[in-house]
T-cell receptor, first 113, second 116 residues
C-alpha cells in the first residue's frame, strides 16, 4: 500500500519569505505525484503534477516542486509567498495501476501580511 | 464555470435519517470519486466509478452506498447517518486513458454534512 507523509502540519510565514513544504511517499513502483491547494471555503485545486520527464515541475501561481526519486520526495517550493497563498496544501500520489489517489495529511500555511 | 458541481453545499440531517448527496460533471470524465474529509484531515477515498464499474475501498462502511445512473451524475447515499459521519464530502472526476491513471482529479466544492 502506498502512503504519503507531510511533516509540517502548520507553517506560518511572513510575506516575501520563501516556502518549502515537504512530501514523502512510500511506494516502490512508478508513481504520479500531485500537489493540491485548498483555499478557505473553496474546493481542492491542482497546483502542479509530475508524471515523467523533468523532475522539476512548475505549476500555477509561482509554485514549483522537485521529484527526487532516491529520496521518495516531492517537495513544494515558492521563492516568495504572498498573503493570498494562505491555504491548506495537500500532496497526493497515485500509481499507474489504479485510480486511487492517496493524500498526505495536509499542511496549513498562514502568511502574515 | 463550475465543472464538478455538488449539491447541496450544506446538508443537515437527523441521526439515522437517510441522506443523499449529489454530484454532476460537465467534463465527460469516465471516472468519478467520492471522498470523505473530516476537519483537519486529508480526504479519504470512499469509492469510485470507472465508467459503470463500482470500486469500493476496503474500509468504507456498508452504511455508504453510491449510484451512477449516467456519465454526468453520481450520488452518495448514507443509509443511517451517525454522528461520526459528519464531514465534508468531496466529489471528484478524472479521465482515465486505457491502463494509465495519471490524469489529475478535478474536485467539486464539497457538501458539508451535519448530523443532529
Amino acid at each position: 500500500a502506498q502512503s504519503v507523509s507531510q511533516h509540517n502540519h502548520h507553517v506560518i510565514l511572513s510575506e516575501a519569505a520563501s516556502l518549502e513544504l515537504g512530501c514523502n511517499y512510500s511506494y516502490g513502483g512508478t508513481v504520479n505525484l500531485f500537489w493540491y491547494v485548498q483555499y478557505p471555503g473553496q474546493h481542492l485545486q491542482l497546483l502542479l503534477k509530475y508524471f515523467s520527464g523533468d523532475p522539476l515541475v512548475k505549476g500555477i501561481k509561482g509554485f514549483e516542486a522537485e521529484f527526487i526519486k532516491s529520496k521518495f520526495s516531492f517537495n513544494l517550493r515558492k521563492p516568495s509567498v504572498q498573503w493570498s497563498d494562505t491555504a491548506e496544501y495537500f500532496c497526493a500520489v497515485n500509481n499507474n495501476a489504479g485510480n486511487m489517489l492517496t493524500f498526505g495529511g495536509g499542511t496549513r500555511l498562514m502568511v502574515k501580511p | 464555470d463550475a465543472m464538478v458541481i455538488q449539491n447541496p453545499r450544506y446538508q443537515v440531517t437527523q441521526f439515522g435519517k437517510p441522506v443523499t448527496l449529489s454530484c454532476s460533471q460537465t467534463l465527460n470524465h469516465n471516472v468519478m470519486y467520492w471522498y470523505q474529509q473530516k476537519s483537519s484531515q486529508a480526504p479519504k477515498l470512499l469509492f469510485h466509478y470507472y465508467d459503470k464499474d463500482f470500486n469500493n475501498e476496503a474500509d468504507t462502511p456498508d452504511n455508504f452506498q453510491s449510484r451512477r445512473p449516467n456519465t454526468s451524475f453520481c450520488f452518495l447515499d448514507i443509509r443511517s447517518p451517525g454522528l461520526g459521519d459528519a464531514a465534508m464530502y468531496l466529489c471528484a472526476t478524472s479521465r482515465r486513458l486505457g491502463s494509465r491513471s495519471n490524469q489529475p482529479q478535478h474536485f467539486g466544492d464539497g457538501t458539508r454534512l451535519s448530523i443532529l
